[in-house]
């Protein structure tokens, strides 16, 4: 049977005690098909990072349940299963483009050869061949910001997760990524866990878009933005950021943030009544 990617069933977390007691999450119920991108958006402070903290096994939930690929989150994390790639792009800054995008091959054990092969691949996936032997500060934000997802992909993960990587980058270069990782989990048919605070970002790169409430986090809707008829399934070229369907997207995950009354939706466009 195939797994999800992601399975999180009546999830809470509760840090410290008493006056000092914070619930950063609250029964929260979310499922990652296999290969599926779903985006998590919310105020600061709702437990987008805390609820991915926990998948990728960097914190343990206070109650519920939660597996990765059908396993626990400690065992996938053993096994590999996920690539990690945060706001702050972490590179080593004493070692090469290649040097960091190797590192958890080297670490695993992968013998030079083929950690030599694999890197050229991923250094090509992400267009940075030209730079292997270049040093993370001969880079901008967005290359480096390139090296850290091949780095994630280093071990072929099946799942990526992600705290708003493009979040220091500016406009221009932060679409020019958001185009990067749709042909990069084209290729590589990698389910996708993204917190972003952008919510035009969301619409764009994501199957559907989880919509989360101050604290206590909780899931208070999400946004099918694909199934919906919103933007066509298989469109992520650059342009479908100006179809009508993606500005409904991004006007219903709005309304859903702000919990004002959402436009009515059909698969035939807005209800105008
Ligand atoms: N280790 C910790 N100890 C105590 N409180 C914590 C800890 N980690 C997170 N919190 C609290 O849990 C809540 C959720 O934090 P989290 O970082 O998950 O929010 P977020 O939605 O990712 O925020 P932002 O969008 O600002 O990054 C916050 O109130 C935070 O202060």
């Not at 099946?158 to 979040?167: N, V």
């Not at 969301?202 to 989360?212: G, H, K, N, T």
């Not at 919906?228 to 179809?243: I, N, P, Q, T």
Request: aromatic fraction near 4%; proline fraction near 4%; charge should be neutral.
């Amino acid at each position: 049977m195939n797994h999800p990617a992601i399975e999180v069933r009546g999830v809470n977390r509760v840090f410290g005690k008493g006056r000092k007691q914070v619930d950063a999450l609250s029964d929260v119920d979310l499922t990652v098909a296999d290969g599926e991108f779903v985006s998590l958006i919310g105020p600061s402070g709702c437990g987008k990072s805390t609820l991915l903290r926990l998948v990728a096994d960097l914190d343990v939930a206070t109650s519920g349940e939660l597996a990765v690929f059908g396993k626990s989150a400690r065992q996938a994390r053993l096994d590999q299963e996920y690539g990690i790639a945060f706001q702050q792009s972490g590179l080593l800054p004493w070692r090469t483009v290649a040097g960091n995008v190797e590192l958890p091959l080297k670490l695993h054990g992968v013998s030079t050869e083929i950690r030599r092969r694999r890197v050229a691949e991923l250094l090509e996936l992400v267009g940075l061949s030209d730079f292997a032997k270049s040093h993370p500060d001969q880079l901008s934000g967005g290359m480096q910001q390139r090296v850290a997802i091949a780095r994630a992909l280093a071990e072929s993960p099946r799942l990526l997760l992600m705290d708003e990587p493009f979040g220091a980058l500016d406009e221009i270069t932060r679409e020019r990524m958001q185009n990067e990782l749709v042909r990069i989990c084209a290729e590589t048919g990698a389910a996708v866990l993204f917190v972003t605070h952008s919510i035009p970002e969301a619409v764009f790169l994501s199957d559907r878009v989880v919509v989360m409430s101050p604290r206590p986090g909780r899931i208070t809707g999400i946004v099918d933005v694909r199934a919906d008829g919103m933007v066509a399934a298989h469109d992520r070229s650059a342009g479908a950021r100006d179809e009508e369907g993606f500005f409904r997207a991004v006007g219903e995950v709005r309304s859903l943030l702000h919990g004002t009354p959402a436009p009515a939706v059909t698969a035939r466009g807005v209800d105008s009544r």
